[in-house]
């Protein structure tokens, strides 16, 4: 018998840290106080943390004045005997059952809907993590009604034995992290839009979803407000439209319309836009779905259906539109760049890693920085132990003169001049280095700006996400946070996010375990060398002046000194754009100190323009 996705087609076609301590630090050392956690409890997770042997039955969490705290392992609703409750996996004296029994049918969607309404995920195993978090994050929301489409056999055993209700898409995707932009993201773009043509049919609604956003609230009575939509889907609007939770403004949304978050009811306009978006990718492969869609449903904008909703008509004049405020149903730049949740006093219902740098990577960062991404209890228990530390930034970096390239530049590289020596002593002490707050003057885009968007309330200066300058811009990927070759740059310097240490998840027996050490200069009286940290407290090291030299590298082998150089300069990416220049963007530099007379100006010739590696 043939999928669901063979189906459609064929319609289509018929139309603790770095902390071996060396306590022989020379005068500079980092302009800051670093704290270690020494690395002496055990690995072994609590009983409570686990579900059939899964690491995602952790303590109750409260995020952004969100409720997580709902018992996953328990039905969310009622339901029939046969059904198995979402998180209660299988007996593992079970067989799998055969890959026909996951198909995508009527019945299914039927078993899990509730008002009518599925919501819908999808991807390979590559996101598995991702998927584990956005099903977290609807249970302990108390939302069940849910089916994850799996595109490889792998993500779909690995699901089905965690108890996720899974179908399969049979899609045949590879198990990989496939790139945004790449052929096969184009693929698996088109089929969310083969989805939807084969889920509308049977009558229900579906809340469509990427997996790289969390939910922050249930959307569903929020949607319900909207019964005469056809579609409600959100945008990469930056520029807010109202100051409440109403609908956006649509006559003022001039970004794209994003296809990561929407709403579908099965009524005859949307299921024939849908059936046209089908069509157009099927015979044009060249075209992205999300430019497909914004195509179609703008072919025509208004009137509006009525005075209040903020529902118009659509696309053959026929399809009652609705846009989601860009203030709670948030993108990247919303939530992470203005925070207009916070601005507006709004309780936030998504949040979509848009308008990030650092490809999947920094997409898994950023959710870490807000704490609402799930990770096994490994995650919080590194080897060798942890540590931190706490800039120090005069009030003039931050806040005075004009906010421009030079300040901007300034501000980083005072910054980064910090990171590179807490790098250099999680690199010698063999931790891991949890990252500080980064706080920028300029926001960062792909395009021409001043600074920070027009019309936007970005606030300057503002706590800016880590790939914003923690990026290796020209392959699109975080090598931060990847390995590199180690013969090449020295041993990889694990990191974690700035809020790391205030996340609900991280142990107590961490939290506990700080080692108290004081800088000193080798010789002098009462200094004694030591690389042991193992024994619990706090590892302190003394604030200095920004005008002294951060000389210390902690490095006794140059040739480790000169792979750990190597290693670093490949941290950090580009900041963009410069108006009136091309190019526009500028590289951030780690030794740009080394270098005099050093300015932040784009490059001159095209023979200047690679990073300084």
Request: proline residues 7%; positive net charge.
């Given at each position: 018998m043939r999928g669901w996705r063979n189906a459609v087609q064929e319609t289509a076609a018929s139309k603790p840290l770095f902390l071996t301590i060396y306590a022989t630090v020379i005068?500079?050392?980092?302009?800051?106080?670093?704290?270690?956690?020494?690395?002496?409890?055990?690995?072994?997770?609590?009983?409570?943390?686990?579900?059939?042997?899964?690491?995602?039955?952790?303590?109750?969490?409260?995020?952004?004045?969100v409720s997580l705290s709902s018992n996953i392992s328990q039905p969310s609703q009622?339901?029939?005997?046969?059904?198995?409750?979402?998180?209660?996996a299988p007996?593992?004296?079970?067989?799998?059952?055969?890959?026909?029994s996951f198909r995508l049918t009527k019945e299914l969607v039927a078993q899990r809907a509730k008002d009518n309404v599925i919501i819908v995920t999808f991807g390979n195993f590559a996101f598995m993590d991702f998927i584990l978090t956005w099903v977290k994050h609807l249970t302990d929301l108390g939302v069940s009604n849910l089916l994850v489409g799996a595109m490889d056999t792998k993500l779909l055993n690995a699901l089905y034995w965690k108890g996720i209700p899974v179908f399969d898409m049979g899609s045949h995707i590879s198990t990989d992290d496939v790139g945004w932009g790449s052929p096969i993201f184009h693929k698996m773009g088109r089929q969310k839009v083969l989805l939807i043509n084969a889920i509308l049919?049977?009558?229900f609604e579906l809340l469509m979803c990427d997996t790289d956003m969390v939910w922050l609230k249930n959307p569903l009575p929020y949607l319900a407000r909207y019964p005469d939509a056809d579609i409600l889907t959100s945008s990469d609007q930056v520029v807010p439209t109202v100051v409440d939770d109403r609908l956006a403004d649509w006559k003022q949304v001039g970004a794209a319309y994003n296809i990561g978050i929407f709403h579908w009811r099965p009524t005859p306009p949307a299921k024939k836009l849908a059936?046209?978006?089908?069509?157009?990718?099927?015979?044009?492969?060249?075209?992205?779905?999300?430019n497909g869609f914004?195509?179609?449903?703008?072919?025509?904008?208004?009137?509006?259906?009525?005075?209040?909703?903020?529902?118009?008509?659509?696309?053959?004049?026929?399809?009652?539109?609705?846009?989601?405020?860009?203030?709670?149903?948030?993108?990247?730049?919303?939530?992470?760049?203005?925070?207009?949740?916070?601005?507006?006093?709004?309780?936030?219902?998504?949040?979509?890693?848009?308008?990030?740098?650092?490809?999947?990577?920094?997409?898994?960062?950023r959710l870490r920085e807000a704490m609402v991404f799930f990770d096994p209890p490994e995650y919080y228990?590194?080897?060798?132990?942890?540590?931190?530390?706490?800039?120090?930034?005069?009030?003039?970096?931050?806040?005075?003169?004009?906010?421009?390239?030079?300040?901007?530049?300034?501000?980083?590289?005072y910054q980064m001049r910090q990171i590179r020596s807490a790098l250099a002593l999680a690199s010698v002490l063999n931790?891991?280095?949890?990252?500080?707050?980064l706080w920028c003057r300029l926001d960062r885009l792909w395009f021409p700006h001043p600074g920070a968007l027009l019309g936007s309330m970005t606030r300057q200066p503002f706590l800016c996400p880590l790939d914003h300058v923690f990026e290796y811009a020209l392959v699109q990927v975080n090598v931060m946070l990847r390995d590199l070759p180690a013969e090449e740059f020295g041993p990889a310097i694990n990191i974690r996010e700035y809020s790391f240490l205030n996340n609900p998840f991280l142990p107590q027996r961490v939290r506990e375990s700080w080692l108290d050490v004081q800088l000193c200069q080798e010789g002098t009286e009462d200094c004694h060398a030591s690389s042991n940290t193992s024994r619990p407290g706090l590892l302190r090291f003394p604030k200095r002046s920004s005008e002294e030299t951060d000389a210390f590298l902690g490095f006794t082998d140059k040739t480790r000194e000169e792979k750990f150089r190597k290693r670093v300069k490949q941290y950090v990416g580009i900041w963009c754009c410069v108006e009136n220049h091309i190019p526009g963007h500028i590289y951030y530099d780690m030794y740009w100190d080394e270098k005099p007379g050093w300015k932040p100006v784009p490059p001159k010739t095209p023979e200047d323009d690679h990073p300084p590696f």
């Open positions: 005068l500079g050392t980092v302009v800051s106080s670093f704290y270690v956690f020494s690395a002496i409890y055990s690995p072994t997770a609590s009983p409570t943390r686990s579900i059939s042997s899964s690491w995602l039955l952790a303590p109750p969490l409260s995020q952004n004045g009622h339901r029939s005997n046969k059904l198995r409750p979402i998180w209660e007996s593992r004296t079970s067989k799998m059952p055969r890959l026909k049919p049977f009558g059936k046209e978006w089908i069509d157009m990718l099927l015979a044009d492969d060249r075209i992205w779905d999300q914004n195509e179609l449903v703008r072919r025509q904008t208004g009137p509006a259906f009525d005075d209040e909703s903020g529902i118009f008509y659509s696309y053959d004049g026929n399809l009652k539109l609705g846009i989601l405020p860009e203030s709670i149903f948030c993108s990247g730049h919303t939530y992470f760049v203005q925070a207009l949740h916070q601005q507006f006093r709004l309780q936030p219902y998504a949040l979509h890693t848009t308008f990030q740098y650092a490809g999947t990577e920094g997409k898994r960062h228990d590194a080897p060798g132990g942890f540590l931190s530390f706490r800039p120090s930034i005069s009030k003039s970096l931050l806040l005075d003169g004009e906010h421009n390239l030079e300040s901007h530049f300034s501000l980083i590289n931790r891991t280095l949890v990252m500080p707050p």
